[in-house]
């Protein structure tokens, strides 16, 4: 099914260079035809910042102070929740730096998505205990040392989330398909994380780090789906695929031509209709 879905959105790329009229479509129309599954699969790996940050950093407060589940609150909390949000902010600068492109690999978010990786797979390790050992200690260090590792964990995420979806997407629908997949994603589970979160702590205070866990292993599946799916700049990681690369630029490269004769067409015609009602 997943080759067919593959050849099914091929045939609908090529329909997109085949027909010039297509170019010049809304390109929000684009990405909810011609792009609909990227759409979706860039929306799921999104999915770990979007609702990985709202749990991790927004709802800590309420879990520091509010005793929730009859937990005992956390001394200073909400100023140790906003002092680690300062903290994640500084270390995106080495984690971005990180996700920079290189002269060893062709293809320019393959440092962007190990980085990705990095934080998805951490996330799924650290969840657990780090809501075990606040649960059990509810003092500032125990909170400080736990959002350190989620901030770890974010920073690098986040700082190779935007790399990865500019490159996700041609240049004709770039812009509309990123707005697309992160408001889907924020709708769906940034929306969703403080309930999800409060609900599964009143059941088990353990709970929420499994949320957690789930959500990174679900990000890196629609990651790793995307990249065997339909590959991206780079198949396999550091293994440049040639032929996708000169697909995606042929692809852009094609819409822009196609549109720029589509518009000359227009006018030379719309200029012969006007010659003509002066005749």
């Known amino acids: 099914s997943a080759s067919s879905s593959a050849s099914s959105s091929t045939r609908r790329k090529k329909q997109f260079l085949l027909f010039p009229t297509l170019a010049e ?8 035809t011609v792009y609909l599954v990227e759409t979706f699969l860039v929306a799921g790996v999104a999915s770990m910042w979007c609702g990985g940050f709202y ?3 927004v709802w800590m407060t309420f879990y ?4 929730l589940a009859g937990l005992e609150p956390v001394p200073q909390g909400p100023a140790v929740n906003a002092g680690m949000l300062a903290v994640l902010c500084l270390l995106f600068v ?3 730096y990180s996700t920079r492109a290189t ?3 062709k293809a320019p978010d393959v440092n ?3 980085a990705l990786k990095r934080g998805q797979l951490g996330l799924m390790v650290v969840s657990l205990p780090v809501f075990a050992i606040v649960g059990h200690y509810r003092t500032p260090a125990s909170a400080v040392f736990g959002q350190l590792l989620f901030g770890l964990c974010l920073s690098s995420f986040g ?3 935007p790399f990865f979806m500019v490159h996700a997407f041609p240049l004709k629908v770039r812009v509309a398909a990123i707005g697309a997949a992160y408001n889907i994603s924020q709708a769906i589970f940034a929306g969703a994380a403080p309930i ?3 609900a599964l702590l009143e059941k088990n205070k353990l709970l929420p780090g499994l949320f957690l866990v789930l959500l990174g292993a679900f990000s890196f599946a629609m990651l790793h789906v995307y990249e065997h799916r339909l590959p991206p700049p780079s198949h396999n990681g550091d293994k440049v695929d040639d032929d996708v690369l000169n697909d995606r630029n042929a692809l852009e490269l094609t819409t822009v031509v196609d549109s720029e004769a589509s518009q000359k067409d227009r006018f030379l015609e719309k200029k012969d209709q006007d010659n003509a009602g002066l005749c």
């Open 103 to 105: 002269d060893s690999t």
């Open 64 to 67: 520091y102070s509010y005793g």
């Open 25 to 32: 479509t809304n390109p929000l129309k684009l990405v909810y």
């Open 112 to 114: 962007a998505r190990r």
């Open 196 to 198: 999800v979160m409060t």
């Open 94 to 96: 080495p984690m971005a």
């Open 55 to 57: 749990a991790t950093f």
């Open 159 to 161: 700082a190779g989330l």
